[in-house]
């Protein structure tokens, strides 16, 4: 069981030069292989976001959420971040581009407009990368959480228990 768990890591040039073993990673012991692969495709569902304008990503973590809600508290909750995060981000980005196409129009606010472009072009990949960077984290069973929205949702599903 506890080589199922194991991952192989490959040496990094810094610990070849200095002859040291890389430092494999351990899987949770306490989560089954499913919950945590549920977790990662929840998180990973923002890839098909961002190829589909967010809507494929949210229905696929709102999918899973709605699966796993009574089956894993692990899988349910990472499912829901995934899916405010996702729902969040979009928000973002549809503000950024209206404030960005407001700007532009009117002609003293141009300079802000192209600023607003950056963010624009910017934002849905930072939030591609973070979203894969949970994806990462959730394969080896950590308890994740997005920034703002974890604390957020914990919160919620805390004052609805009482």
């Given at each position: ?5 194991q ?7 810094q ?17 089954t ?7 990662v ?31 894993s ?72 959480l ?6 957020f949702i ?9």
């Amino acid at each position: 069981m506890e080589e199922e768990n194991q991952v192989e890591e490959q040496p990094t040039e810094q610990q070849k030069e200095a002859g040291e073993e890389p430092v494999s990673r351990q899987r949770a012991e306490l989560l089954t292989n499913e919950e945590m692969t549920v977790a990662v495709l929840a998180h990973a569902s923002v890839l098909l976001g961002f190829a589909s304008g967010g809507l494929a990503g949210v229905a696929i973590a709102f999918l899973i959420w709605l699966v796993y809600r009574e089956k894993s508290r692990y899988a349910a909750f990472q499912a829901l971040q995934a899916l405010v995060f996702q729902l969040a981000w979009m928000a973002a980005t549809i503000v950024a581009a209206l404030a960005m196409a407001l700007s532009i129009l009117t002609i003293c606010l141009i300079p802000l407009g192209l600023v607003l472009l950056l963010v624009v072009v910017a934002l849905p990949f930072a939030g591609l990368f973070y979203g894969l960077y949970a994806a990462y984290e959730t394969y080896y069973g950590a308890d994740f959480l997005y920034w703002k929205v974890g604390e957020f949702i914990q919160q919620q599903m805390g004052s609805s228990k009482q």
